[in-house]
């Protein structure tokens, strides 16, 4: 599995960016799909979630409200919609997928990781 995320940037309080994650070798329709992030001295936190189908998704209380996340199944593409970004959200996000149809919020449940995008949010 090769997962490639992108989207990532600098980008000031207030605004939006879009990640995505898609693995050109392997699908994953069949897992859950979502974010992490690990932000400056700080450990790796769940952020975004959602179930194999798409119907379901799971967010962390400091980005509900402000982050949408999405899959294409056909696609084998996950997105991270962000808005209203706060410096707060200044992390490396990585995409990850998960060993089962549903999303956890653990990292010890995480089948595979992306190898990361910056994204760095300015006051």
């Known amino acids: 599995v090769q997962l490639q995320a992108s989207g990532g940037g600098l980008v000031q309080a207030g605004g939006s960016l879009r990640l995505s994650c898609a693995d050109s070798?392997?699908?994953?329709?069949?897992?859950?799909v979502g974010w992490f992030r690990q932000g400056p001295e700080k450990e790796r936190e769940f952020v975004a979630g959602?179930?194999?189908?798409?119907?379901?998704?799971i967010y962390s209380d400091s980005v509900k409200g402000r982050f949408t996340v999405s899959r294409d199944r056909v696609k084998n593409t996950v997105y991270l919609q962000m808005t209203n970004l706060k410096p707060d959200d200044t992390a490396v996000y990585y995409c990850?997928?998960?060993?089962?149809?549903?999303?956890?919020?653990?990292?010890?449940?995480?089948?595979?990781w992306g190898q990361g995008t910056l994204v760095t949010v300015s006051s």
């Open positions: 990850a997928v998960a060993r089962r149809a549903y999303m956890s919020t653990d990292a010890r449940e995480i089948a595979y």
């Open positions: 070798r392997r699908t994953f329709s069949n897992n859950g």
């Open positions: 959602i179930n194999w189908r798409g119907g379901e998704a």
